[in-house]
Structure formats: C-alpha cells, structure tokens
C-alpha cells in the first residue's frame, strides 16, 4: 500500500504513465523503520485488438519494511472479439521479474510473477474467466513457488455494478497438497 501521485497520457492508443510514492510499512513492521519510497513507470500500446506494455518499478525501503526493490516486466493482450462477434475471446498475459533484498537475510534474489488469463463473453453482462497466476519468492531456492488457478465469473448486474466470483485453487512448493478458496468480489463503476 502506497501514496503518492501519478502523473499520465492515456489518449485512444498509446499510453504512458508515472507514478512517485511514499510506502507504507507492511503489518508487524517494527516502529522507525523507514518504510521509505518508491516509483513505478508504464508505458505502451493499447488498440481494440491488441495491446503490448512494459513497466518498471522501484523501491527504495530498510530492510525491517520489506527492503529495496528493482523490477521490470511485459504485458500483452489479444482481442479478436474486437473483429468478430463469432470469437468472444480476450486473452491477456503478463510477466515481471525483479531483485529485492530476501527476507531474513543479507543477500539479493530474483522473484518471478507472471499471469494469463482468458475471458469469454458468454451473453453482453456476463462473462467467464479463466486465469491461471505464477509466482517465486526466490528463484535461487527450489521451494518458494506458487500456482493459482481460478474461474470466475463476472456479472454485471446493473450498468456500472458488477460481480465477481469463482473458486481458485493454489498450490504452492513449500505446502502439502493443493488448496481451495472462493474469491467474491464487487466492483462500482462510476
């Protein structure tokens, strides 16, 4: 959680985006530790069928608060719907890689995050999702990965009312077996 100020370009096609922020401390953190500051950078394409990106991020933190943070990433989405109504289909994808300080110790690591996700209109205000999240801790250890899979469902009740919902499954290298959870959300568009 941050604040701070973004400052953008968002025209029809191509856009553009910065951001500076104040962190603030993650929950436990003992008191004076800095939780310091940060910036973020996106910028790319957006069109009807298609989209590509790239963005940046840094975290300067003491290491009670988490510690510094370097990462960089792609992001990327195909539309064909936008040509046919016969392919209700919206891909998107992203993947970022960084450096942080790992946790506990004194040396640096690289974290992975990517997603992909594909959603299908199955009548105008209701679509279907399916969205599948990668993410290692510290890809210098064998057992920091994690895996979540969901489907959900997105209604849109009302024009700028809509909810989400579906079950997801997580299953992670450093836990026995697989778990299971719901995710119900709301959004108001306005």
Do not use: C
């Not at 719907?81 to 994808?93: C, E, K, Y």
Request: glycine share 12%; aromatic share 10%.
């Amino acid at each position: 959680t941050v604040l701070g100020v973004e400052l953008g370009l968002a025209p029809n096609y191509p856009f553009a985006n910065v951001s500076v922020f104040k962190n603030f401390s993650p929950y436990g953190t003992p008191d004076g530790v800095d939780s310091g500051w940060g910036s973020a950078i996106a910028l790319g394409w957006r069109d009807l069928t298609w989209h590509a990106s790239i963005h940046g991020m840094i975290k300067r933190r003491d290491p009670g608060a988490r510690g510094d943070l370097e990462a960089a990433g792609v992001a990327w989405g195909l539309n064909p719907f936008a040509l046919s109504n016969d392919v209700p289909l919206t891909i998107l994808g992203e993947l970022s890689v960084g450096r942080v300080d790992a946790a506990g110790s004194d040396r640096r690591t690289t974290v992975l995050a990517m997603y992909h996700e594909a959603w299908v209109v199955i009548v105008n205000g209701v679509n279907a999702r399916l969205k599948y999240d990668y993410g290692d801790r510290d890809l210098d250890l064998a057992s920091t990965s994690e895996h979540r899979l969901g489907f959900m469902l997105d209604v849109s009740v009302l024009p700028g009312f809509t909810i989400i919902g579906g079950p997801r499954l997580l299953w992670a290298a450093d836990r026995d077996g697989t778990q299971a959870d719901v995710m119900i959300q709301t959004h108001l568009w306005f």
